[in-house]
Antibody
Framework: EVQLLESGGNLVQPGGSLRLSCAAS????????MTWVRQAPGKGLEWVSS????????YYADSVKGRFTISRDNSKNTVSMHLNSLRAEDTARYFC???????????????WGQGTLVAVSS | DIQMTQSPSTLSASIGDRVTITCRAS??????LAWYRQTPGQPPKLLIY???VLVSGVPSRFSGSGFGTEFTLTISSLQPDDFATYYC?????????FGQGTKVEIK
C-alpha cells in the first residue's frame, strides 16, 4: 500500500524558513519522480516543485524559484523541500505526491499524502 | 503559461444525475490532461489521465473525453462520494497548470 506522510509545517514569520519532509513507503521510491503541490486555504491547486528519481533533475514553479529547494534521500525514502524567504502568499497546505512521468515528458500526480500546513504571518 | 478554465465553477445535482464538467485550455495540449477529485478534508485523487484513460480502481461511471483545447469529465450517475471538487490539470508544459475547480454540490 502506497503511503506518503508529510511533516514540518508550522507558523512562521514573513522572511522566515521552514523544511518540509515526506516519508514514502509501499512503492519503488527511487524509480519515481516526486512532487510538492500546494493549496492555499479555500483555493485551488498549484504545482510547486518536482524532483527526478535520481535527484539529478529538479523543477520549480516561477512563484517559488530561487526561494524553495527540493531534495530527496533515496536511502531513507524521503523527499524534502526547504522553504526560504517565506511570504504571506506561501500560506497553504503542502501535499507530497507520487508522480508519473508521462509520454509528454511532464507529470501526473497519481497518489497524494494528506499534506502539511504552512502559515506565514507576523 | 497555459491557462486552464473549468466550467461551471459550481454545479448543483442530485444522486443519480448525469453530470458534465468542462475544462478549456488556452492553447492546444493534445490529450495531456488529467482529472482529480477532492472531497472535503482529503487530498486530491487522480481519476483520469491522457484525457480519457480511467485510473485502475476508479468506478466506470467516470469518463473523460476531448483533445486539443476542450475536454469534459462526465459522471454518468452521481453517487454520494462524488459530491466533491473536481480539478483538471494539463501536463504538456512545465507549469503543470490546474483549473480553478468545479464544486459539485447536493441539490
Amino acid at each position: 500500500e502506497v503511503q506518503l506522510l508529510e511533516s514540518g509545517g508550522n507558523l512562521v514569520q514573513p522572511g522566515g524558513s521552514l523544511r518540509l519532509s515526506c516519508a514514502a513507503s509501499g512503492f519503488s521510491f527511487d524509480s519515481h519522480v516526486m512532487t510538492w503541490v500546494r493549496q492555499a486555504p479555500g483555493k485551488g491547486l498549484e504545482w510547486v516543485s518536482s524532483i527526478s528519481g535520481s535527484g539529478g533533475n529538479t523543477y520549480y514553479a516561477d512563484s517559488v524559484k530561487g526561494r524553495f529547494t527540493i531534495s530527496r534521500d533515496n536511502s531513507k525514502n524521503t523527499v524534502s523541500m526547504h522553504l526560504n524567504s517565506l511570504r504571506a502568499e506561501d500560506t497553504a497546505r503542502y501535499f507530497c505526491a507520487k508522480t508519473y512521468a508521462s509520454g509528454s515528458g511532464w507529470f501526473v500526480f497519481d497518489f497524494w499524502g494528506q499534506g502539511t500546513l504552512v502559515a506565514v504571518s507576523s | 503559461d497555459i491557462q486552464m478554465t473549468q466550467s461551471p465553477s459550481t454545479l448543483s445535482a442530485s444522486i443519480g444525475d448525469r453530470v458534465t464538467i468542462t475544462c478549456r485550455a488556452s492553447q492546444s495540449i493534445s490529450y495531456w490532461l488529467a482529472w482529480y477529485r477532492q472531497t472535503p478534508g482529503q487530498p486530491p485523487k487522480l481519476l483520469i489521465y491522457k484525457a480519457s484513460v480511467l485510473v485502475s480502481g476508479v468506478p466506470s461511471r467516470f469518463s473523460g473525453s476531448g483533445f486539443g483545447t476542450e475536454f469534459t469529465l462526465t459522471i454518468s450517475s452521481l453517487q454520494p462520494d462524488d459530491f466533491a471538487t473536481y480539478y483538471c490539470q494539463q501536463y504538456t508544459s512545465y507549469s503543470h497548470t490546474f483549473g480553478q475547480g468545479t464544486k459539485v454540490e447536493i441539490k
